[in-house]
Nanobody, 122 residues
Framework: VQLQASGGGLVQAGGSLRLSCRGS????????MGWFRQAPGKEREFVAA????????RYQDSVKGRFTISRDNAKNTVYLQMNSLKPEDTAVYYC????????????????WGQGTLVTVSS
């Protein structure tokens, strides 16, 4: 199983980025997916999750209304559209694959991508 995350970069506060995560070696259309992030010196935290159909989503309170998770099962890809970015969003962002049930619990995610760095300047 491989999860390849991309799309990170440097952006000014108020700007936008779209992260992508392509999966291979798994039945992507039957797997719930999540995005997590880890800022320097902090623990990894949940950001957003999406069910395998795309019909249900979950968000961390601090990103609600600014971030949108979506997926394209035909492309084995999950996305995280990030708008109105803030300096406190600076972190390495990881995508992860869960089982069939959407969850916000980090320990329930089985497969992890390598991470992509998002830096938001003030």
């Amino acid at each position: 199983v491989q999860l390849q995350a991309s799309g990170g970069g440097l952006v000014q506060a108020g700007g936008s980025l779209r992260l992508s995560c392509r999966g291979s070696g798994l039945t992507f259309s039957r797997i719930s997916m999540g995005w997590f992030r880890q800022a320097p010196g902090k623990e990894r935290e949940f950001v957003a999750a999406i069910s395998w159909t795309g019909g249900r989503t979950r968000y961390q309170d601090s990103v609600k209304g600014r971030f949108t998770i979506s997926r394209d099962n035909a492309k084995n890809t999950v996305y995280l559209q990030m708008n109105s970015l803030k300096p406190e969003d600076t972190a390495v962002y990881y995508c992860a694959a869960d089982g069939s049930t959407i969850t916000t619990v980090i320990d329930e995610y089985v497969y992890w991508g390598q991470g992509t760095l998002v830096t938001v300047s003030s």
